[in-house]
């Protein structure tokens, strides 16, 4: 049986299974949630627990992912993710506003609308001014993108906007749904403003995007008859790691974060302007793999930041490959070495 021994304040899980190269691998994971106070960082009462498969936020297939699955495979960078509300100052309510995220080098603004429809004055399309909000989600399904449909020889034929099948605003030529009263994205990128129907812009999020969306999913490798004879069930011989990243390709950290990196929050927080450093810490994780002690230096490769909760999540994750030992996989030990606030522990 897989055991883990935490002598840290989080949540540590183990898994075994084979990695990309399709070598029996065993995983450790750490999450660690902490709270975003007055006094600074510390380290939150409820430890939020693994996620073993993506959450949505309501029904899969429908919605965008609100929590992805943490034990899986290494990622080359650090995933930095936000989710959370838009909130708009008393004063600025029905214009447009921009939310900002910035961790370390990495800096993302999304300018934020309200509700706002296509319309046509003299044969000319231009869009409604937008409707006063005080708080609008930042989720997907507030960017551009969705679904159009056009008429064929079998009936009705879908056209999906492959980098975000839950927005709105995408239409094609000879699509069934009318421009007039269409509603547009609450949420663009600055660098990329609707301006035209025709136009086409990235997706803008803070959030998590779903595998089989693009960009990640022309990372997954070829599934084909060559696949199934040669090398199913393992992965294909032309998967990309990047595929596990998750996150914006915007807010894929040069890296992987170490801790002490700055982070400012514009405008996603009731309470105004987050602004503080990323903890420092230090930790090991222990295999024991047929008796023998392995020791692997967890990396930090995914940052969840929740303003609305005034809190954020760190991931942590290490492996060992264990070929022909899946068997003999006893243990995970995990340990804090160093660490720059207050863990509650003794360290060491």
């Known amino acids: 049986m897989l055991q883990t021994t935490d002598y840290t304040p989080f949540v540590t899980a183990l898994a075994v299974f084979p990695d990309q190269e399709g070598v029996d691998t065993a995983f450790s994971v750490t999450k660690g949630t902490f709270d975003i106070g007055p006094e600074g960082i510390q380290v939150a009462e409820e430890q939020l627990p693994v996620v073993r498969a993506d959450e949505c936020w309501d029904e899969p297939g429908t919605s965008s992912i609100r929590y992805a699955a943490e034990l899986g495979f290494t990622k080359p960078a650090t995933d930095i993710v936000m989710t959370g509300h838009a909130y708009a100052p008393a004063e600025r309510r029905g214009t447009s506003i921009d939310v900002g995220l910035m961790v370390g080098s990495r800096r993302k603004i999304i300018r934020v609308f309200g509700d706002r429809c296509w319309d046509r004055t003299l044969g000319i399309a231009h869009f409604t001014d937008p409707l006063p909000f005080a708080e ?3 989720r997907y399904e507030r960017a551009f993108g969705g679904r159009d449909q056009v008429s064929g020889r079998d009936g009705p034929q879908p056209r999906v906007y492959a980098a975000n099948p839950i927005g709105h605003g995408f ?7 009318a421009l007039t009263g269409m509603p547009l994205p609450n949420l663009e990128d600055p660098k990329h403003l609707i301006d035209s129907p025709k136009d086409r812009p990235p997706p803008a999020g803070f959030g998590y995007i779903h595998p089989h969306w693009e960009p990640r999913r022309r990372y997954a490798g070829t599934y084909d008859e060559h696949w199934k004879k040669n090398r199913a069930p393992y992965l294909p011989a032309d998967f990309d790691p990047r ?39 230090r930790l090991s994780a222990d295999f024991m793999i047929d008796g023998a002690l392995h020791t692997r230096t967890p990396v ?43 863990l509650g522990i003794d360290l060491g």
């Open 136 to 138: 609008m989600p930042l």
């Open 171 to 177: 239409r094609v030529r000879g699509g069934e749904q």
């Open 243 to 281: 595929f596990n990243q998750a996150a914006h390709p915007d807010l894929i950290a040069d890296g992987y974060l170490k801790g002490g990196e700055e982070v400012k929050i514009v405008n996603a927080s009731k309470s105004g302007l987050l602004h503080f450093q990323l903890p420092r810490i």
């Open 300 to 342: 930090w490769d995914t940052l969840v930041l929740e303003p609305d909760r005034h809190r954020f999540i760190a991931v942590w994750r290490a492996s060992i490959p264990c070929d022909k030992q899946v068997l003999r996989v006893r243990e995970v030990v995990v340990r804090c070495l160093d660490a720059d606030i207050d």
